[in-house]
């Protein structure tokens, strides 16, 4: 054996920059968030998915120290949530919901008014304001008020008033809520860079895409629980199979369309009523034959099938089984943004 050869490599291990165990907050009687746990590599980016009032925002909303969990433990670095809520603080950055800066100011006032309340000196105060002007391709804009700013320039300047301090991890709020296409395309641009440079990130989103495009991986919460977590390959993978789209010449076929199913025992079928359109989850080629044959025996005016792959939309919603009943017209499903 050569004493002296070079050690041989051995596997990267992955440091967690967040993890959290048992997490729980309570409102009165109601659990928010009931024992929720997540692990979050260091550099990497988690999305967490969930409908409205699945407990996303309080999730965060305690991992960035502005509540206190009633339960369960956090480390955010190597830091205890609870007990050294302070050093907690200098480690993240938080971009929330809504616009937060001050909209009677400039973007560049905004800034180095944040720098000096993080006690950046004067000179570095300025420095760094310019070095995120430019980041987030905001030098021409910077000496405007905040309010002539577009909605995709406001929550740019969020985006880097959250990153003054130069966070080692950094929460998102559901960073695009109300943005165009153009502009959520370049808040997206401006977050890679940010993990690219080693920043970590928890992303609470209502958009799929938005999932997809960002996140190493994916926790779905669901009544203040999480209900599943993986890549988005591996979520698919727990529902299994192909998805069979068909398409009615109207609303009164796809009701018909939906009674014949429910009364061959369909599983979790899915009705887009703006669409005339139902998806039915395929798990072998038994039950997309007697699908078929049912639609051929049928005789019901059909403009279109085709098979794909699941969304994470179609993923989500079997996953919480909620199987669409034609009998409670409240239970139709709307796929192109459920949350």
Request: charged share 25%; aromatic share 4%.
């Amino acid at each position: 054996m050569d004493r002296n050869a070079p050690p041989v490599a051995g596997p990267r291990v992955m440091t967690a920059a967040v993890q959290v165990e048992g997490l729980v907050k309570r409102f009165g009687e109601r659990r928010v968030v009931d024992g929720v746990d997540l692990t979050i590599p260091e550099g990497t980016v988690l999305g967490l998915l969930g409908p409205n009032g699945a407990g996303k925002t309080t999730t965060v909303r305690m991992l960035s120290t502005l509540i206190r969990p009633d339960g369960g433990r956090a480390r955010i670095g190597r830091y205890d949530l609870v007990k050294q809520a302070n050093q907690v603080r200098r480690l993240i950055g938080l971009t929330g919901q809504y616009a937060s800066v001050d909209e009677g100011i400039s973007g560049r006032e905004n800034l180095y008014m944040i720098a000096r309340l993080l006690d950046l000196p004067r000179k570095r105060a300025w420095a760094r304001v310019d070095e995120l002007l430019e980041q987030f391709d905001l030098v021409e804009a910077a000496s405007r008020p905040a309010g002539k700013y577009s909605g995709g320039m406001r929550r740019r300047l969020d985006l880097a008033a959250s990153m003054v301090g130069d966070p080692a991890v950094l929460y998102l709020d559901e960073p695009t809520t109300g943005l165009d296409p153009r502009s959520r395309n370049n808040l997206w641009d401006s977050v890679r860079a940010l993990v690219d440079e080693g920043t970590t990130v928890l992303l609470t989103t209502q958009y799929m895409e938005e999932a997809e495009a960002l996140a190493d991986s994916v926790v779905v919460m669901d009544q203040g629980r999480v209900i599943a977590s993986g890549t988005s390959s591996e979520l698919r993978a727990r529902v299994g199979g192909q998805v069979l789209r068909v398409r009615t010449a109207g609303q009164e076929h796809l009701d018909q369309l939906a009674r014949r199913l429910t009364a061959m025992r369909a599983r979790n079928f899915r009705v887009d009523a703006e669409n005339s359109l139902v998806s039915v989850p395929i798990v072998n080629e038994s039950e997309l034959t007697e699908v078929i044959h049912m639609l051929a025996a049928s005789r019901l005016p059909i403009s279109g099938v085709d098979t794909h792959l699941p969304s994470l939309d179609e993923v989500f919603l079997t996953l919480t089984d909620k199987p669409h009943r034609p009998a409670d017209p409240d239970a139709t499903v709307v796929l192109r943004r459920v949350f």
